[in-house]
């Protein structure tokens, strides 16, 4: 199978007693074993399934204790691979007229006498002891509870298997607990008795007890039931009428409805495992299956009746296609291809076939429209067998006119049949009534079994429950269901039929059984039976034809297909032609074969010596394959744990990155916090978290960002506050009148020692100055040449506050940039650089920034000499202006060209945002905002155009202000 990637069959023929079970049951095992299923409970299950079959379809036949009574078809099913998925099975032709009646020396099926020793062992019929009896009618004599310990300990023993194979299998208690339920009420069903009414020949139930027990264990009612075996509707004219039973036709039909029941339940037991197989099959797939055909042997027993002949017939039909395909067919390929061979002759059995199931004068054929003729009876078929086949020579007819027999030559010898009963066992009695009253079963089990649809080969196919059952609606390849009624005969040709079809689907192999003596005795041989079976089973003419013929034939391209890397090369070019399976043979030093015209020939011993060559080649593949896969897989496992080291060194460079950064930051913020822990109020006027802020390391854009933000809140908080707290602080001093109280009470408001001493002198310079303003417009207007120089003075005073201010201020300053410069050098000691470009790159980035800071720290000259150009300009102008007004004459020609630039050094942003927040400027200067186009920027130093000085004012402004206005100007 594993070769040849196609299905394959096993058939098992031979006599009856040949051991065919036991060999299909050792078969199964060494498939389970090679197949190496997957699942170690699934190979449980397929040795269990072999075992339920045996007990419900297997009974005693003469000498023989376990002769099967039904064909099973065993299909396992496996992956390409060679693993086991599951199983599926198929039954066909059960001999269930066996439940009602049997001859002497056989017995019912197995399974009535091992449920009721089971049960009763176990004491599981305790709660049904009423309906258990040791005398039933089904069972005859053999039924009884025997004496001997023998049969009932095996019995027992058989019960506790199909128990524990049922619930390994799958089912469930209820299901088994039902199973049990159908076979009792069939064994009690037996026991219905009838009595007659001679005056309108009709007949009712005898034994109610009976009937009520049935009708407990089948979930029905008690009256429904009576009312179904003792009448019938019958339809007549388009009206359905009520007729009553006969005391022959309610035997019938009570027997009829035995068989249905075990026949039904025997196929559902099938269905039910075939189901719980699929899931396996479905999981794992079922590419390539191997059958294994099971079947009752040819039989002849003293008395031969219609079933004989059906197991005949079948045996009668595998041994024609072993003739066909190991002689005929084989035969006419040798002569198609050219091959020289010695021809072997053979029996054929076609003749016999066609006696039996010919159309239209076989005897199926016959007994078929027999059944169906209302007036047919076993003499009317006797009369017809007799006229259409009593020329045919394999056909033998009864000398005598009282005999219902006729004789069959068959392959395996003459066998006599009996004629009586033929047509009531070929009717499949199917009673309407009966069938739609246990549809409605309280019984799950019993009204699934009748609301299946029955096939042509009587299987059950399962149904929709939703579907109306009421109405006969036929399926493909079913039959009616409660209508006309269907044959044995037309049962047994559909699954004739079907079975062929199934084994010329798939590469047949052949087993034959030789059954070694017929007294069934051990280490007993009887020569000249076995010489009999050898001969009627073509095994001699097998045998010459294997000597002289090839049994396996290829074509050209799948010999090449499959063999061809034993003998080519891979870079070797192959054509599927006689030519190269020609290299291909003798390359590997094979004798005797065969080339035709489009196959290659081989014989057996061939095929199991490139079968060893290939499983020795696969291996080595396999081996190489396995190393290649080791070996990348070592690789990825290798790549993996670089990546997953890569990542931990990322992640515990990056946190020791991150707690580094941490700490310089909190120290970083710890120096600041405790150098301007004096004071909330310093912080936020010199703007030291600003300064702070610059010092992160961050982005262009988030420094401008957080630049505008800072100035922003800092623009909101002076607007609101910085009106409220001059107020106040004017307030404080206005209403002291001594400057020791002022200063307690400023210090008290939270402002330092220094701080308060500044608020003094501002306010104090201020009222002296209103005050000797206000004496100097006396003196002026009596003489305006006395005090010229006030304006100088005071003018002096203010530059000389703002000059004190700008040197404290830049203290701070500086202090910052040379914290600065240090965290820089810092943080370029504690890199650690892999690449040695990067490296220097970073390094000589971070030293520009460092020679750029120590420049400007170096030539940032001292705050007087920084304002000493522009701030002599606007003093200049500003006394010029003063002079004028004061003396009443045009002002001196100052040259001011706006075309003229001046030039100064562009200050630090820090410089900038600490002297704005603290420098008080003279009012005389103009507080107007600059344009755009006066001021130019260029490589780091600012271009400023002249200031317009406004004399009209003489009070003083808040540089602060002046400084939201005019945006980026120069602070002074």
Not at 464 to 480: A, I, L, Q
């Amino acid at each position: 199978m594993l070769h040849q990637k196609k299905c394959q069959v096993l058939i098992i023929s031979g006599e009856s007693g040949s051991g065919k079970t036991e060999s299909a049951k050792y078969l199964l095992q060494q498939l389970v074993y090679l197949g190496k299923a997957p699942n170690r409970n699934l190979e449980m299950k397929l040795l269990q399934v072999d075992k339920i079959l045996e007990i419900f379809g297997n009974a005693k036949k003469g000498l023989h204790q376990n002769s099967s009574r039904f064909i099973k078809f065993l299909n396992v099913t496996f992956t390409r691979t060679g693993k086991i998925t599951g199983a599926e099975i198929s039954i066909y032709l059960l001999e269930d007229s066996r439940v009602i009646h049997h001859e002497l020396n056989e017995t019912n099926f197995h399974v009535f006498q091992v449920i009721l020793h089971g049960m009763a062992a176990e004491g599981k019929s305790e709660n049904l002891s009423q309906i258990f009896k040791k005398n039933y009618k089904y069972l005859q004599e053999n039924g009884n509870f025997s004496s001997s310990s023998e049969p009932q300990a095996e019995n027992v023993r058989r019960f506790q298997d199909l128990h524990k194979g049922l619930h390994l299998i799958g089912f469930r208690d209820e299901e088994i607990f039902a199973i049990y339920e159908i076979i009792i009420a069939i064994l009690h069903l037996g026991e219905i008795e009838f009595d007659i009414d001679s005056e309108n020949d009709t007949c009712s139930v005898l034994k109610a007890d009976e009937l009520k027990i049935v009708s407990t264990l089948l979930g029905i009612s008690v009256g429904d039931l009576g009312v179904a075996l003792t009448s019938r509707n019958v339809t007549i004219s388009g009206e359905t009428v009520l007729l009553r039973n006969s005391i022959n036709h309610a035997i019938i039909t009570k027997d009829s409805l035995a068989k249905i029941l075990y026949n039904r339940l025997f196929q559902w037991i099938v269905n039910q495992i075939n189901a719980l197989l699929g899931i396996s099959c479905a999981a794992y797939g079922s590419t390539l299956t191997i059958g294994i055909l099971d079947m009752f042997g040819f039989d002849s027993s003293p008395t031969n009746s219609l079933e004989q002949l059906i197991i005949n017939t079948a045996n009668e039909q595998l041994q024609y296609l072993f003739n066909q395909y190991i002689f005929a067919w084989e035969q006419q390929e040798y002569m198609a291809e050219g091959i020289d061979i010695e021809l072997i002759r053979f029996a054929d059995n076609k003749p016999v076939l066609e006696l039996l199931l010919g159309h239209p004068l076989g005897v199926f054929t016959v007994l078929e429209e027999e059944s169906h003729s209302s007036l047919g009876t076993d003499w009317s078929l006797r009369e017809k067998l007799n006229i259409n086949l009593g020329t045919n020579k394999y056909y033998r007819k009864s000398k005598s006119n009282d005999d219902l027999s006729f004789e069959v030559r068959h392959y395996a010898g003459k066998v006599c049949y009996t004629l009586k009963d033929f047509l009531v066992k070929n009717h499949g009695w199917n009673s309407s009534d009966l069938l739609k009253l246990f549809r409605y079963s309280e019984n799950d089990t019993v009204r699934k079994l009748c609301r299946c649809i029955l096939s042509k080969t009587g299987q059950l196919h399962l149904v929709d429950p939703t579907k109306n059952m009421m109405n006969d609606g036929e399926e493909k390849d079913s039959v009616s269901q409660t209508g006309r009624q269907y044959t044995l005969a037309l049962q047994f040709r559909s699954s004739l039929a079907e079975l062929m079809t199934k084994l010329l689907a798939t590469e047949p192999h052949f087993i034959r059984c030789i059954k070694p003596n017929s007294n069934n005795q051990r280490n007993a041989f009887d020569l000249q039976k076995v010489k009999n079976q050898l001969r009627y089973g073509g095994i001699f003419e097998c045998i010459k034809i294997r000597q002289v013929g090839y049994s396996h034939r290829f074509t050209f391209v799948e010999f090449l297909k499959r063999y061809c890397f034993l003998g080519f090369s891979f870079d070797e070019r192959v054509v599927a032609d006689r030519e190269s399976c020609r290299i291909l043979l003798l390359r590997l030093n094979l004798d005797g074969w065969s080339l035709g015209k489009t196959k290659v020939f081989l014989r057996y011993y061939h095929v199991e010596y490139l079968s060893k060559l290939c499983e020795q080649q696969i291996r080595r593949i396999i081996f190489v394959q396995s190393c290649i896969r080791r070996w990348l897989a070592r690789i990825r496992l290798q790549k993996g744990m670089w990546m997953v080291a890569k990542q931990v060194v990322s992640v515990q460079k990056a946190a020791k990155v991150w707690k580094g950064h941490t700490a310089k930051v909190y120290v970083s913020q710890r120096k600041i916090s405790d150098r301007k822990r004096s004071s909330w109020l310093r912080i936020q006027i010199l703007g030291i978290d600003e300064a702070m802020g610059s010092l992160d390391e961050k982005s262009a854009e988030e420094k401008a960002a957080i630049l505008i933000q800072s100035h922003f809140r800092g623009f909101i908080v002076r607007k609101k506050w910085g009106p409220i707290l001059e107020e106040r602080i004017k307030q404080i001093v206005s209403t002291h009148k001594h400057k020791e109280s002022a200063k307690e009470a400023l210090q008290a408001e939270g402002l330092d020692e220094e701080e308060a001493a500044q608020v003094l002198q501002r306010y104090y310079r201020k009222w002296k100055f209103a005050k000797q303003n206000s004496v100097d417009q006396v003196n002026t207007a009596e003489s305006p040449k006395d005090d010229w120089d006030a304006p100088f003075r005071v003018v002096e005073c203010q530059m000389r506050d703002v000059w004190a201010g700008r040197k404290r201020r830049e203290k701070n300053i500086l202090d910052i940039i040379a914290y600065r410069k240090e965290l820089i050098q810092q943080g370029l000691k504690s890199q650690e650089f892999k690449n040695e470009q990067r490296a220097a790159k970073i390094t000589r980035g971070w030293q520009n920034v460092i020679d750029v800071v120590a420049t400007t720290e170096a030539k940032d000259p001292q705050p007087e000499k920084k304002l000493s150009k522009i701030g002599k300009l606007l003093l200049t102008e500003a006394l010029e202006h003063k002079i004028h007004d004061l003396r009443k004459h045009p002002p001196l020609n100052v040259r001011t060209p706006k075309e003229e630039n001046i030039i100064i050094p562009t200050m630090s942003r820090l410089a900038q945002v600490a002297t704005a927040k603290t420098c008080v400027i003279p009012s005389s200067i103009s507080t107007s905002p600059l344009d755009k186009q006066d001021i130019k920027v260029t490589n780091r130093k600012i271009k400023v155009r002249s200031f317009e000085v406004d004399p009209g004012d003489s009070g003083q402004v808040d540089f602060r202000k002046l400084l939201k206005k005019t945006g980026n100007c120069p602070t002074d």
